[in-house]
């Protein structure tokens, strides 16, 4: 677009209107991401540059007996190949590689520390050449001998060795003891269900490939010492810094890790992975700038969303009131750490029940550690027990809502707390309203369309609505120019936009005003962008500092001689139009950069530490709310599923910005449909090993593949979850989903699936 043009077709705008919480506003960032300006952890450039290409192992479990790198460093433009036998000096402990969003327990992966090959596709090598296409050459040409020992990496065949999780990890709940006795009172129960499940474990496949950038520095900022600035793929700069510093011993000031950009995590990027260990070792090692970059392939190497087994006992009354609930589930875990996640836990939250039993279990397997991946537990535990909720409707010959409205938990029995607030009612209503559920046959195989039959399912979602900590730094200019710094990352969420929004908003400056910067280790304290905590969390914060600032210039502004605010309260006056305004008397007003001169200011600073209220949130429990409403249309002869159409109602706090608010819950309604329909990782249990590593043969839902979906998201206010009022909506977009695509199938062909995902081969 040449500028004339650029000017036309802004003149062609209205101007725009005052910056505020609940309007749409799109992404401050989507022109420099759509253009290719913006530039993520493999694109940063840099003369002299070195190309790390990893080489991971074939075998599930060993030892290394020899790896000859011979061959490979003959290859001209080749400058090194790392292996456990020649990498640089590393701490071995495990405490130095626990990282924020580890378990408290157990030992995190360290990349070529030893001999031991611990899983299928372990890195063991990384070969360092001048070019991508030396080094790429190069990985195939590097000798690898694994004494092979005996491994287990088959869930349901080593399901008899389940034992309680020991790792602790922060925001883990065990399950809640016993509340009645759920087995009598199953017994006991004149309609019944019993369901076991089975979920296969799913890859995160984020767009952009995990990567790492180290620009390698002889002499740091400060002078002395060399200094590494990361451009790294995270969820957290602050945490890959603290990993980075302690595993190679260097101060945290010669560190700085970079994340302004990133294409997509969905927890892939929570921990730190060895890409980042690697391409820091080889930098270190041989004292230039160096680039880790995974294939998709490799992509399926560090972690994934644990397999899970689950099974659900329900035991009803006639009229469909909930009189027992079992909810026993055993997912994987590495040999190496306990990885934990809330699964059964929320069966005791959603419904209304005297006798339930919750347990969950651990499989430990020669597999690399699960991560958390989007609504983790939630997204495997909720489906159990909405598709059995579905299973007694039916049983009971009940309308599914009907029966969730029955059952409908005023209060959480797990923690015998209220919630802080919960409009799941409202959600129920309003999606089952737009959707038009009242017009649903009670029948399965009622409705056909062509060769097709037709079947309208629902589900009821819930998430934590969860806060962390963070420090916002505010500095309004002398030009008026607004600069806020945090360390918060945006992965691809939102949260520059957001963020910008919520300081616009409160300062009543038009964005072009205000600048947001994320995304640098550098900047004040900021968690990793996880658990949909980051716009409660670092929106808290930004609102914060804001009130703050406007504090600061009401005071100045009172003191000058002769001020129409010396009189009055902070709450009278108002921000807008890039000035002070009394709240009753809009003439009255100044603006911000004249308060700042008056009073001999070339700038105005203020920071902001955000913690949660522990104290008043403790006697709450907080927590995000769903119904997911959906139509398919299945092909019998072929299994072939169709989702038609989605409505979801999402209750969530305060919701900042409808637009993009509203594209992560699409997001995560396509995540959804892709567990239902057809993402799945196939281990060969021979070799131990995941098959299907590619996106040809690992399959996520394309366009072709989604329907209409619709989100409405309900009113609902919180005072208690955060300040702003906001509870987050990341990860609630996928949680009951796929129980929602499988109660329609079951209402369309009277099929219940109880294996995810439904592909063709069950659904025929
Ligand atoms: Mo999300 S699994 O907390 O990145």
């Given at each position: ?444 195989r009622a409705w056909r369309h062509g060769r097709e039959l037709v079947g ?175 139509e398919v249309h299945v092909d019998e002869t072929l299994g072939t599923v169709r989702?038609t ?100 199938i079951?209402?369309a062909t ?10 063709p081969?069950?659904v025929m």
């Amino acid at each position: 677009m040449n500028d004339r043009s650029r000017d036309t077709f802004f003149t062609l705008l209205p101007p725009p209107p005052q910056v505020a919480l609940g309007m749409e506003l799109p992404r401050l960032d989507g022109h420099a991401k759509v253009t290719g300006a913006a530039r993520y952890a493999a694109e940063h450039p840099q003369a002299g540059l070195l190309y790390g290409v990893v080489v991971n192992t074939a075998a599930a479990r060993g030892r290394i007996e020899r790896i000859s790198t011979r061959r490979a460093l003959a290859v001209p433009g080749v400058v090194d190949v790392l292996t456990h036998e020649n990498r640089p000096r590393m701490r071995s402990l495990d405490l130095f590689y626990k990282d924020m969003t580890a378990p408290v327990t157990g030992s995190p992966f360290k990349p070529l520390h030893d001999a031991q090959v611990h899983c299928s596709g372990q890195p063991v090598a990384l070969v360092v050449a001048r070019s991508f296409e030396a080094a790429r050459y190069a990985a195939t040409l590097v000798e690898v001998e694994v004494a092979a020992e005996p491994h287990e990496t088959d869930l349901l065949a080593q399901l008899h060795t389940a034992r309680q999780p020991s790792a602790l990890r922060a925001g883990f709940k065990s399950p809640p003891k016993q509340r009645g006795d759920a087995d009598r009172a199953w017994h006991a129960a004149p309609v019944q269900v019993d369901a076991a499940f089975h979920l296969r474990p799913e890859h995160h496949n984020p767009m952009e490939m995990h990567a790492t950038t180290v620009l390698y520095a002889a002499r740091g900022p400060a002078g002395k010492g060399s200094h590494l600035t990361i451009h790294d793929k995270t969820q957290g700069s602050q945490n890959v810094r603290s990993v980075v510093s302690r595993v190679f011993g260097l101060p945290e000031s010669r560190v700085t890790v970079r994340n302004t950009f990133v294409g997509g995590a969905f927890g892939s990027g929570l921990r730190p992975q060895y890409p980042l260990l690697l391409a820091v070792m080889a930098a270190l090692k041989l004292k230039q700038s160096v680039r880790v970059v995974l294939t998709r392939p490799q992509m399926f190497t560090f972690g994934h969303r644990p397999e899970l087994w689950q099974r659900v006992r329900l035991g009803a009354q006639r009229d469909g009131r909930l009189t027992a609930l079992l909810h026993d589930a055993a997912g994987t875990t590495s040999r190496r750490e306990d990885h934990v996640e809330v699964v059964v836990n929320w069966s005791g939250q959603l419904y209304r029940c005297d006798n339930v039993r919750l347990d969950y279990k651990l499989v430990p397997l020669d597999l690399h550690s699960p991560m958390d991946m989007r609504a983790p537990g939630a997204a495997q535990g909720v489906h159990a027990i909405e598709v059995a909720m579905d299973e007694l409707a039916h049983r009971l010959g009940m309308d599914p809502l009907a029966l969730r409205l029955k059952n409908y938990a005023e209060h959480d029995a797990n923690e015998d707390l209220p919630f802080s607030s919960k409009e799941l009612r409202a959600c129920y209503q309003q999606a089952a309203q737009r959707f038009g559920w009242e017009r649903r046959p009670p029948r399965p195989r009622a409705w056909r369309h062509g060769r097709e039959l037709v079947g309208w399912g629902m589900a009821t979602g819930t998430w934590d609505a969860l806060q962390m900590f963070a420090r916002v730094q505010a500095v309004l200019q002398a030009d008026g120019q607004l600069v806020l710094r945090t360390a918060a990352s945006d992965i691809g969420t939102g949260t520059l936009t957001v963020m910008t929004q919520i300081a616009a908003a409160a300062m009543g400056l038009p964005l072009s005003q205000v600048r947001f910067e994320l995304g640098d280790s550098t900047l004040p304290v900021a968690p990793v962008e996880g658990g949909s905590s980051h716009v409660a969390t670092v929106g808290s914060a930004v609102q914060g500092v804001c009130e703050r600032l406007q504090r600061r210039l009401w005071s100045m502004a009172r003191q000058q001689p002769g001020s129409p605010f010396a009189t009055g309260r902070f709450h009278d006056v108002g921000f807008a139009d890039g000035c002070m305004h009394l709240r009753f008397e809009r003439d009255v007003t100044v603006r911000l950069t004249d308060i700042l001169a008056a009073a001999g200011h070339s700038t105005l600073e203020e920071k902001y530490l955000l913690l949660p209220a522990v104290l008043k949130q403790r006697k709450y429990t907080r927590a995000v709310h769903s119904a997911v409403f959906c139509e398919v249309h299945v092909d019998e002869t072929l299994g072939t599923v169709r989702v038609t159409r989605v409505v979801i109602a999402v209750a969530a706090g305060r919701i900042i910005n409808p637009l993009t608010a509203r594209s992560q819950v699409i997001g995560g309604v396509v995540w959804g449909i892709g567990q239902a329909l057809h993402e799945e990782t196939l281990a060969d249990h021979t070799l131990g090993r995941f098959m299907n590593h590619d996106l040809a043969q690992y399959h996520v839902p394309v366009n072709a593949d989604i329907g209409d979906i619709e989100v409405v998201f309900v009113e609902e206010k919180d005072t208690i979850a955060s300040r702003l009022g906001a509870k987050g909506v990341g990860e609630i977009g996928i949680v009951g989903v796929a129980a929602a695509v499988c109660n329609a199938i079951h209402h369309a062909t009277g099929r219940r699936i109880l294996s995810l995902p439904m592909t063709p081969d069950k659904v025929m």
